[in-house]
C-alpha cells in the first residue's frame, strides 16, 4: 500500500497570512501519462470531506483561487495564500494512483 | 445538481450485519465509479472498496475482503454496501463519495462529490 504522511499536523493560523501543509507518499504517484494522482480535501467539524485539489494541482470547481496545489512524485504542497476563518477544520492529502489512501490530516485552527 | 443521499444511522451488535444505501440523482448514473469509506470517531479517513460504473466490477480494500459487498441498483440509482461480522471497531461514519471522468480533458476526479455519511454504532 501506498503510505501517505503530512506535516505539520496541526498549524495555528492568523487570518491574512498564509499557510502551508506537505504531503509525501511512499511510492511515486506519477501515472504513465505523466499526471500526479494526488488530491486534497477538507474536511470541516461535522462535514463530509469536500475536494479542493486534484491531480495535485487543479482546483475543483468552486475552489478560491488562494488555494493553490503543487509537487510532482512524492512530494506535495498545498498553499493557503491568506487564510480566512472559513478554512478551519482537517486537510487531507490522498493518493488516486492505486487505489486510494489517505494522510493522517492536518488540522488548521484559526488564531 | 449531484446529490448523494445515504441512509439513516444504524445500531448493531456485534457479529451481525449492516447494508447503508446511497441514492444517486442528479448525473448519468451508471457512467461513474462509486466509492465506500469510512471514518471512526477521531480518526482520518479510510477507504473500503469500490464498484464500477456498470455494477459488473467490484474491489475492496485488503483489510475488509470476504466481509464487504458492494453492489448498485441501476432502476433506483442506488448504491449499497453491506459489512459484517461487525466489531466494535467497525463503530464509524461510513460515506459513499463517487469518480468523476471529465469526457474532454481525461481527467480523473476523485470523490468530487460525498454523501452525508451515515454513523453506524456497533455496541454490545
Known amino acids: 500500500d501506498i503510505v501517505m504522511t503530512q506535516s505539520p499536523l496541526s498549524l495555528p493560523v492568523t487570518p491574512g497570512e498564509p499557510a502551508s501543509i506537505s504531503c509525501r507518499s511512499s511510492q511515486s504517484l506519477q501515472h504513465s501519462n505523466g499526471y500526479n494522482y494526488l488530491d486534497w480535501y477538507l474536511q470541516k467539524p461535522g462535514q463530509s470531506p469536500q475536494l479542493l485539489i486534484y491531480?495535485?494541482?487543479k482546483r475543483a470547481s468552486g475552489v478560491p483561487d488562494r488555494f493553490t496545489g503543487s509537487g510532482s512524485g512524492t512530494d506535495f504542497t498545498l498553499k493557503i495564500s491568506r487564510v480566512e476563518a472559513e478554512d478551519a477544520g482537517i486537510y487531507y492529502c490522498?493518493?488516486?494512483?492505486?487505489?486510494?489512501?489517505f494522510g493522517q490530516g492536518t488540522k488548521v485552527e484559526i488564531k | 445538481q449531484v446529490q448523494l443521499v445515504q441512509s439513516g444511522p444504524e445500531v448493531r451488535k456485534p457479529g451481525s450485519s449492516v447494508k447503508i444505501s446511497c441514492k444517486a440523482s442528479?448525473?448519468?448514473?451508471?457512467?461513474?465509479?462509486m466509492h465506500w469509506l469510512r471514518q471512526a470517531p477521531g480518526h482520518g479517513l479510510e477507504w473500503m472498496g469500490l464498484?464500477?460504473?456498470?455494477?459488473?466490477?467490484?474491489f475492496y480494500a485488503e483489510k475488509f475482503q470476504g466481509r464487504i459487498i458492494v453492489s448498485r441498483d441501476t432502476s433506483t440509482t442506488t448504491v449499497n454496501m453491506e459489512l459484517s461480522s461487525l466489531k466494535s471497531e467497525d463503530t464509524a461514519v461510513y460515506y459513499c463519495?463517487?469518480?468523476?471522468?471529465?469526457?474532454?480533458?481525461?481527467?480523473?476526479?476523485?470523490?468530487?462529490?460525498w454523501g452525508q455519511g451515515t454513523l453506524v454504532t456497533v455496541s454490545s
Open positions: 464498484i464500477s460504473p456498470s455494477g459488473d466490477s467490484t
Open positions: 491531480m495535485a494541482s
Open positions: 442528479g448525473y448519468d448514473f451508471n457512467s461513474e465509479y
Open positions: 490522498m493518493q488516486a494512483l492505486k487505489t486510494r489512501t
Open positions: 463519495a463517487r469518480d468523476h471522468y471529465e469526457l474532454i480533458t481525461g481527467y480523473l476526479v476523485p470523490f468530487d462529490y
